[in-house]
Structure formats: C-alpha cells, structure tokens
C-alpha cells in the first residue's frame, strides 16, 4: 500500500516537533526514518498509525485520506520497540490474538499461527510463556503476531532497540529475509544507521524535525545532501576540515588541494572518508600530518593523524604500521571529497 504525507506537523504545546513533512512511500517499499535522538521519527511514525493526531497536514493510505481515522480502521500493524507481548499468554495465543479478536475461528487461527511462526522459526515454542524466551524469540513473537494480520503496512519502532549487538545483527538479517518474502510496505524507525543502510529501499534522514534527504542507501552515502548527512552517515564518520575555497584551490592549515570549478568561499567544510584517504610518505600527498593513534581492527587500519588542529582518519590494509608520532603525508585516493558552507552546512557544487 502507497503512504502519503503531505505537509505533516506536529506541536506539543508551542514547540513544533515535526515541521512539514512530505514523504510517499511506494507499494512494498521499505522506508527507514532515521535520526539522532528527539528529532521527531517517533512521533510522526505514531501519526501515521493515528496514535497522535496531526496538529496539521494530511495523511494518506492507498487513496483514502486516513487523518481523521481511528488507529484501528487503518489496517497498520505496529511493531514496537517494547515488544509488548502478554505474560500471561502462550506464544501461541500471543501471535493468534490479533484472529481471536477478529472472531477467527479456532482450526484457522492454528493454521494462520503455524504458517506465520514458521516463518519466523517459533514453532518450537509455541507452548512457552514470553519469560521462558530470550530477547531476540520475544521480537520474533512479536513481529508474528503483527504479520498474522496481514496488514497492508507495517511500522517498526526501533524494533530491534532491546536486543544486545550480536543478536540485533542476526535479527537484521532475518528481517530483510523476511522484508523479501513479504513484500508488505514497511515504515521503520530507528537511530542506528548500519540498520538504515542495510533495510532501506529508501532512507529519510531527519533532523530537528526535518527531511534532510531522501534518497536509497548508495546515494546517501556517496552524494550526501548536506554536513549532516555526511556526519550521520558512515563509520568512521566523514572526516572534517575547516579551511576556504580561493583561486580554485582549497586551503588549510596543513592541507591544499585544487578543487577546480568551485568559487571563492570564505568558511568551508571539506569532507572525506576515511576510505578515501591513503597514508603516504611525508612531503607527499594534499595533507601534511602526524599520526596520532593506530588501530588495528582486525581486517583494517585506522591511522589517525593530526593535520592542524584537526584529527584525521584514514582507512589502511591490516598489515600497516608505524610509529605514533611520525610525520606522514596524506593523499586523496579518489575524487571523493565534498565541500560544505561552514555556517549552513549547504553542500557546494
Ligand atoms: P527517540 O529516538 O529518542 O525516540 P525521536 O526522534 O523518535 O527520538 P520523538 O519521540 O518523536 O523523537 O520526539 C520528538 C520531540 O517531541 C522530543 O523533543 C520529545 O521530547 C517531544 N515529545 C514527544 N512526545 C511528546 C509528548 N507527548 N508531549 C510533549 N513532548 C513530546
């Protein structure tokens, strides 16, 4: 099912927490919002399922405007972050309430229960109560009962939130298994960006309110919007250097290379990734720096070095080493470099 949102808003007494949003997400698509904490993701998550009203704005499901419509008319399942499970209830009836409530009679319900738990790999479990199951069996509890319904959308908030990281990486994985299978359009909410990046069709990237950008995973990451989608975005983060733009060159404090086609700028922001750079012999290449730190993460490097009073970090093979303290150079391995105005963020062209 299509969503629409048409210049949502949302205040909590005089503070505006959702500024004008505008999104359509497509028939089976999978659309992560994403941001840092209080930017508003949840609450216009919530306003779609209608547990908050909009304070402006119009919401659409299919071709129905849904703003004025009860949550329970809206054919959403909602997957919480708390699973919300029942104690008191068996697996079984846990996943087969959403049909019991639907009066659904009893040989069905079984077979909807089976054939939904299957897929979720609970039908060993059907008999337990949610304080015999771990954390990752409870979410899959959950997100069972929310498919039994075969809702025309579902919303996850921060679903996998409660799980430690090992776990969380599995579930991931089963959920884009899952995402495949079932095609059903999918709004999901979260702050952890590895999440974004490998569920996404398309990622909404949000801040204080506000799209910031739109776009699939790729095209984020290789052509971020703005200074803080490209600070969102990537590990490590994107490093920064503040410097000017003149004569076609950019300049900083150990740091000059030719952008050409870029006009004069008095205060910007270069940007570049850490696997865009490549440690090089001192004299040599656009950055004269000193490393700092040297970290061997297992597969890779990461060499930071101070150029100025900035700390840059580069991206090396498993097998580099050298002294903290030397004076390196560091080159562009690639054209990848961005320039942002340094008070908008505003990325320059
Ligand atoms: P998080 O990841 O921490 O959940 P979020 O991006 O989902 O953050 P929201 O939960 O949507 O953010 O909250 C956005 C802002 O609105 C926050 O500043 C929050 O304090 C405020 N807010 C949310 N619900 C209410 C409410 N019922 N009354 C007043 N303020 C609220």
Redesign the pocket.
Known sequence: MQVSLRDIRKS??A?E?VKGLDLDVGDGEFLVLL??????????LRMIAGLETASAGRIYLGDQDVTDVLPKYRDIAMVFQSYALYPHMTVEDNIGYPLYLRKVDKEERARAIREVAGKVDLLDYLDRYPRQLSGGQRQRVALARAMIRRPSLFLMD?PLSNLDAKLRGHMRTELKHLQNELGVTTIY?T?DQIEAMTLAHRVAI?KAGELQQLAPPREIYNDPANLFVAGFIGSPPMNFIEGKIAGGSFRAEGAALSCPGFSDHGKVVAGVRAEDLRVVEAGAGEFKGTTYAIELTGNETLVTCQVGESLVIVKMDKDYDEKIGTAVGIALANEQIFFFDAGSGTRLR
């Open positions: 909590f007494g503070i927490v941001g840092p904490s209080g930017c508003g993701k949840t609450t216009a921060e909410v702050h949000m």
